[in-house]
């Protein structure tokens, strides 16, 4: 079973479009990693996160819904930093996430002689790991990136990150008439229905991946 902490989605002008978070007290990015953090024994569900509606109230069970991040409703951003332990403040933490995962993607670049002034991933940079976690990178062809982080032990997430991109991403959000199709401007994601369906499908991959 592979143990999915967070996502961030990035757009072509590296703002941060939406983040959100399963396991968060699991995660080397939580600032109580320490007590909270993954080990071999811990039985907790794979589906665990801290949730909010709309009012504040503490949701659980099936209708339970991970944080997320951007948002214009102020009131939730302010329930990320409060709800969601976090060493650093959230866009501090997704400026780090991106830079790590471009300077990455430019190296093996430049290493495989494919750099190239349009960008783009042509050396085929897909993740890296650390001691404590794994970091999964996927670059659509219009240079929206998403970025995934997962246990260790996780195999390769690049059919699941295609997966989010082509059959959740490009359904709920492309598609969707009231996306802002401006490619002049950065607008977070508030879909609900991307959220519930990109939600059910980690719940989904976590109770059926096998690690390798």
């Given at each position: 079973?592979?143990?999915v902490?967070t996502?961030?989605?990035?757009?072509?002008?590296?703002?941060c479009?939406?983040?959100?978070?399963?396991?968060?007290?699991?995660?080397?990015?939580s600032?109580?990693?320490?007590?909270?953090?993954r080990?071999?024994?811990s039985?907790e569900?794979?589906?665990?996160?801290?949730?909010?509606?709309g009012?504040?109230?503490?949701?659980?069970?099936?209708?339970?819904?991970?944080?997320?991040?951007p948002t214009?409703?102020?009131?939730?951003a302010h329930?990320v930093s409060?709800?969601?332990?976090?060493?650093?403040?959230m866009?501090?933490?997704?400026k780090?996430?991106?830079?790590v995962?471009?300077?990455?993607?430019?190296?093996?670049?430049?290493?495989?002689?494919k750099?190239?002034?349009q960008g783009?991933?042509?050396?085929?940079?897909?993740s890296?790991?650390?001691?404590?976690?794994?970091?999964?990178?996927y670059e659509?062809?219009?240079?929206?990136?998403?970025?995934?982080?997962?246990?260790i032990?996780?195999?390769?997430?690049q059919?699941?990150?295609?997966?989010?991109y082509r059959?959740i991403?490009?359904e709920y959000?492309?598609?969707?008439?009231?996306?802002?199709v401006?490619p002049?401007?950065?607008s977070?994601?508030?879909?609900?229905?991307?959220?519930?369906?990109?939600?059910n499908?980690?719940?989904?991959?976590?109770?059926?991946?096998t690690?390798?």
């Amino acid at each position: 079973m592979v143990v999915v902490y967070t996502i961030y989605i990035f757009d072509r002008h590296c703002e941060c479009i939406f983040y959100t978070e399963w396991n968060r007290g699991r995660s080397p990015l939580s600032s109580d990693h320490s007590t909270g953090g993954r080990s071999e024994g811990s039985k907790e569900p794979a589906n665990t996160a801290h949730a909010v509606d709309g009012t504040g109230t503490h949701l659980s069970g099936d209708s339970q819904r991970p944080l997320v991040w951007p948002t214009t409703a102020t009131s939730t951003a302010h329930r990320v930093s409060l709800e969601s332990p976090r060493n650093i403040a959230m866009e501090e933490e997704a400026k780090l996430v991106y830079g790590v995962a471009f300077s990455t993607r430019n190296i093996i670049n430049k290493l495989n002689s494919k750099d190239s002034p349009q960008g783009g991933n042509p050396g085929g940079f897909m993740s890296f790991a650390t001691n404590t976690y794994r970091l999964h990178y996927y670059e659509s062809p219009t240079g929206v990136k998403f970025i995934l982080t997962t246990d260790i032990a996780a195999a390769s997430m690049q059919p699941v990150l295609e997966m989010i991109y082509r059959n959740i991403y490009v359904e709920y959000v492309v598609k969707n008439p009231l996306f802002n199709v401006d490619p002049l401007v950065s607008s977070p994601i508030e879909n609900d229905y991307f959220r519930a369906v990109l939600n059910n499908y980690i719940r989904e991959i976590s109770s059926t991946t096998t690690t390798a």
